[in-house]
C-alpha cells in the first residue's frame, strides 16, 4: 500500500484484488490494497543469488542447494572478458579446517546429489508464499533421456510453480560453473586473456 507515492501506473484495483496470491493475504491488508492500492505489482520474490553472493563470500545460494563444494565460476566482465573465480562453499569450508581428517556428514548434499524431483518439490514448498515466479536452476546430467528431461516441467506444471529453469551442460554452450575437478586452474582476468 502506497498512501503516499501512489500506485504503480497500470495497478487495476478489482483484477489486482482477485489475483490468487493476493486472496491470501490477510483481510486488513487487502483492505489497505483496495483503499489505497499498491506501489509496486509484485510485493514478494526470492532473487537469484549466484553471481551476487560471490560478493559475500558465497554466503548464500538462497534458494539453491550448493552447486559443488568447490568450483570455478566464469563472469562477464564490461570489457566483455572472462575473469574465472575459484568459489568454496562457506559451511564446507568451515567443516574441513575444524575436521580436516572426518567424512562429511549427510547434511552435505551438492546440487547434482539431488533428483530433479528434490529441486521441485523444495521451490513448490515456497511459491505459495512468494506472488512472482522464483529463480531456482534444476541442474540436471547431459546425458538425461528427453522424455526425462520433459518429464521436469510437466512436473513443475502440476507442483503450480510460476516458473522453472533448468540448466544442462552441452558442448556449445558449455558452463558457467565448473567442478574443481573439471575446471581450468583459476586464474585472474589479465592471466586468462594473454
Given at each position: 500500500?502506497?498512501?503516499?507515492?501512489?500506485?504503480?501506473?497500470?495497478?487495476?484495483?478489482?483484477?489486482?484484488?482477485?489475483?490468487?496470491?493476493?486472496?491470501?493475504?490477510?483481510?486488513?491488508?487487502?483492505?489497505?490494497?483496495?483503499?489505497?492500492?499498491?506501489?509496486?505489482?509484485?510485493?514478494?520474490?526470492?532473487?537469484?543469488?549466484?553471481?551476487?553472493?560471490?560478493?559475500?563470500?558465497?554466503?548464500?545460494?538462497?534458494?539453491?542447494?550448493?552447486?559443488?563444494?568447490?568450483?570455478?565460476?566464469?563472469?562477464?566482465?564490461?570489457?566483455?572478458?572472462?575473469?574465472?573465480?575459484?568459489?568454496?562453499?562457506?559451511?564446507?569450508?568451515?567443516?574441513?579446517?575444524?575436521?580436516?581428517?572426518?567424512?562429511?556428514?549427510?547434511?552435505?548434499?551438492?546440487?547434482?546429489?539431488?533428483?530433479?524431483?528434490?529441486?521441485?518439490?523444495?521451490?513448490a514448498a515456497l511459491q505459495p508464499y512468494v506472488d512472482s515466479a522464483m529463480s531456482k536452476t534444476v541442474n540436471v546430467p547431459q546425458d538425461m533421456p528427453f522424455e526425462r528431461f520433459k518429464a521436469i516441467y510437466r512436473r513443475?506444471?502440476?507442483?503450480?510453480?510460476?516458473?522453472?529453469?533448468?540448466?544442462?551442460?552441452?558442448?556449445?554452450?558449455?558452463?558457467?560453473?565448473?567442478?574443481?575437478?573439471?575446471?581450468?586452474?583459476?586464474?585472474?582476468?589479465?592471466?586468462?586473456?594473454?
Amino acid at each position: 500500500m502506497s498512501r503516499r507515492t501512489g500506485f504503480y501506473p497500470v495497478f487495476e484495483r478489482q483484477q489486482y484484488l482477485e489475483g490468487a496470491f493476493i486472496r491470501t493475504l490477510p483481510d486488513d491488508l487487502r483492505d489497505g490494497i483496495a483503499r489505497f492500492g499498491v506501489r509496486n505489482s509484485h510485493l514478494t520474490a526470492i532473487a537469484p543469488t549466484g553471481t551476487i553472493s560471490l560478493l559475500a563470500d558465497n554466503l548464500s545460494s538462497g534458494l539453491e542447494p550448493v552447486f559443488r563444494f568447490q568450483f570455478t565460476r566464469r563472469v562477464l566482465q564490461r570489457d566483455g572478458r572472462h575473469a574465472t573465480h575459484s568459489v568454496q562453499d562457506p559451511a564446507w569450508r568451515l567443516w574441513q579446517e575444524g575436521h580436516p581428517d572426518q567424512a562429511l556428514p549427510e547434511a552435505f548434499l551438492q546440487a547434482d546429489d539431488l533428483e530433479p524431483e528434490a529441486h521441485l518439490v523444495m521451490q513448490a514448498a515456497l511459491q505459495p508464499y512468494v506472488d512472482s515466479a522464483m529463480s531456482k536452476t534444476v541442474n540436471v546430467p547431459q546425458d538425461m533421456p528427453f522424455e526425462r528431461f520433459k518429464a521436469i516441467y510437466r512436473r513443475a506444471h502440476a507442483l503450480g510453480l510460476k516458473g522453472c529453469t533448468t540448466f544442462r551442460p552441452n558442448s556449445v554452450t558449455g558452463a558457467v560453473l565448473e567442478s574443481a575437478e573439471s575446471a581450468t586452474p583459476c586464474c585472474d582476468i589479465e592471466r586468462e586473456n594473454d
